[in-house]
């Protein structure tokens, strides 16, 4: 063994020296690149991006310290390929390593003696560092039982799965198993759904699919992966996991943070969130757009334009407001519609009514020369002292090349201008809803026919108290609707391009260089471009399209929700990775089948994990109850882990918050080291986290806690995604007596990956009385 360790750790040394060749390399390319001169823009634009792509390798570069290389598959015919977090070649080209993303790789996690590939041995070696501490072989060439429970690399998994917890989730490329490596490598078409049960790897394999779909598919690494996940807490939980892969063009969100500038910062009742989830709330705020296009009433309006007083008809409205709407544009690009057909049809108004004051002044002066022409026939010695005008003043021809002046004129007028603006305003999404959400009226006649007045009396609030959750949702929905007129912004960066351009003609004639460049290409090497990483770039912008979107834990998502990131990825090419028995939110989704369903255009697929690696066969048993009692068709995990410690459960005798520090610290020194966590009902919470931070000091609990202290305190919504060595359940009881409560508790009992205790407050409820008294 020693020999055969001794051999890898000289190949080992070999990739990690080719490693610093190509940091140095890569180093020499980037300061040249930083430092060579651009002759114009498209020179300056292929400079910038030659500068990303080094930094992204130097980057990835960076990221091969941990375990570089960890695993070498023997074949029959081709010798040995090694298989680690990134290819490699040497100076000559020959293949060193092989990325585990590459179909080269694919056999290191499906192949058995019985598959059918040429892999005779595939070896797991476990590195610290840059040293090699030990291997472990499967012999795949028929000479070793091979059993259809066996799993790939069980040495190395089983040591990954016993070791504790850092508060952070890591990587698993060295010891993902056949079932998972099959959905992170399915194809990227359509919407996949991955129904898995507690500890199956869920999450693993929804950023191992992250880090697959961004290394294969050009398209998907140009727009970038969307990641959401439940809460923030769970956000930095799996933080570190795609940066160790080398990845960096994934946002990470949650669905209250998908909406830039829109923060959800109060609570609100289950009653509310219920009635803001519902698929109706989307015909609502189209309602509400609509009610803000061509006034209120219906009726006509009149105006005062240079003196003269003018109507615009209902009619006209109406057909101003249908053109306008059937341009297919959201409400303010579709504005310009409007405008454009009232102001030609004010402009052949103010046209007729000048017209019709030339008519009435030439038949003045007509009838006036007639009298003169009469009196010189007579001979008359004297003549009319003046002339009368039957007409008004005369302000000059009014024909049809007099359109363009009288349309300036009156898009320059404030009361055309301010008539305009009533009848189709230009909206903002947060002003319109916190209006719709604070007046009654406006409420229920933008929801008439769709919501009850029960449900109109949950939604109404006091205007200024902030967003909730459920708003965040309604915000993007009308975001949509009512989108972005560009014009200005637009029009904005061409003033200041010809700007920039004459500025560069006055440089250029005083450096007296006027044929070295031209202005136009000085001015664009100056232009300001947006310079940061894709990620950052699309976080920012509502309205990005990403290349792929994987949802985690994605039972929690709403309709409303649902349908906000739908619109984020058109292609329709997601993953979407949970487990329904675990859905808590008021309003979330209980059926994969029922949301294919709601979304029919989209192509579905489902698949499911099988194995819990995580959670230990005594913690599962003891849960399973929990799961019957919500769905008795539930399939069970089967769980890698057969041996643990039993769960226990205690009967606190009338003083819960008072026997809650002693348990915590009587299970953490069981327990020997790793991460703890208490979870209780979120009523409870603050002065259970009380009570635990008098026993633990630095323990953590609140919006923003901290999954690496000592002890966390959460509610069952917050462990939602999460593990820890060991986890103490306070009040059961309680937990299951709150909406979706048997989720809530299924979900709180199978966190831990070592110890569970369960501390009750008066009797034991039913689905745990199968558990000895501890």
Known sequence: MQQEIEFEQAYLDLLYRRVEALRAEIAGHLDRARRADADGPTDLLDRDAQVARLEERANALDHAEHALCFGRLDRRESGATYIGRMGLRSADLETLLVDWRAPAAADFYTATARSGSDVVRRRHLRTRGRTVVGLNDELLDGSATDSADTFVGEAALMEALTAERTGRMHEIVSTLQAEQDEIIRSPAEGVLVVQGGPGTGKTAVALH?????????????????LVLGPTGAFLEYIHDVLPSLGETHAVLATADSLVPGMQATRGEHAETAAVKALPVMAQVMAAAVRARQGGHDGSGVTFTYQGDDYRLTAAVIAQAVERAQHSGYP????????????????????????????????????????????ALAKGEDHLPAKVEGGGTEVTG??????APRVRRELMADATVTQVLENLWPHLNPANLLEELLSDRDRLARAATDLLQPSQLDALIRRPAEGWASGDIPLLDELAELVGEDDADRDAAAQARREAGIRYAQRVIAASGNTGAVS?????ERFTERDGRPLAERAAADRSWAYGHVIVDEAQELTAMQWRMVLRRVPSGSMTVVGDIHQTAAVAGTTSWEALADAHAHRKWRHTELTVSYRTLAPIMDAALPVLHALDATATTPVCARRDGERPWL??????????????????RDALGGGTFAVIAPPERLVEIAMAVEMAVPGASFGAEVDTTAPCVVLTPQQAKGLEFDGVLVVDPGTILAGRRGHSGLY????????????????????????????
């Open 650 to 667: 205690r009967t606190a005798h009338g003083d819960l918050v008072g026997e809650v520090g002693a348990a915590v610290v009587s299970e």
């Open 397 to 402: 021809l009014a024909g049809e090349h007099e």
């Open 519 to 523: 202005a136009e290409d000085l001015a």
């Open 209 to 225: 699919r992250t880090a697959y779909l961004l290394y294969t598919h050009a398209t998907i690494t140009e727009r970038g992966v």
């Open 747 to 774: 979900v709180a009992m199978t966190r831990p990956t070592r110890r569970l205790g369960l501390l009750v407050d008066g009797d034991i409820p039913e689905v745990l009385r199968h558990l000895a008294p501890g």
């Open 331 to 374: 409400h303010n690009v579709a504005r310009r519609t409007f405008r454009t057909e009232l102001i030609d049809h004010i402009v052949e108004l103010v046209l007729t009514r000048e017209h019709q004051l030339y008519d009435s002044t030439d038949t003045g002066f007509e009838e006036e020369l007639g009298r003169l022409d009469r």
